[in-house]
């Protein structure tokens, strides 16, 4: 976790939340877990998710990486 900033994506744009219009997110980053992966214990080798969770009311932004 990173502590709660703006983000900013390579394109210029400013994320937003969806929900109540807040701008600073704390940054995390997760594991996509899939159902195949997991069964023969190799969830270290699935994708990882950029996720932004808004400050103001919680919500989480999720970005496959």
């Known amino acids: ?3 709660p900033a703006p983000v900013t994506f390579p394109n ?3 994320l937003i939340c969806d929900t109540c219009d807040n701008d600073v997110f704390e940054s ?3 594991k996509l ?3 195949g992966m997991s069964l ?3 969830d270290w080798a699935n994708r990882d ?3 932004f969770v808004c400050t103001a009311c919680r919500r989480i932004h999720w ?3």
């Open 1 to 3: 976790m990173t502590e």
């Open 12 to 14: 210029g744009r400013k």
């Open 28 to 30: 995390h980053r997760w």
């Open 33 to 35: 877990q899939t159902t």
């Open 40 to 42: 023969f214990n190799l």
């Open 49 to 51: 998710a950029a996720c």
């Open 63 to 65: 970005f496959h990486v």
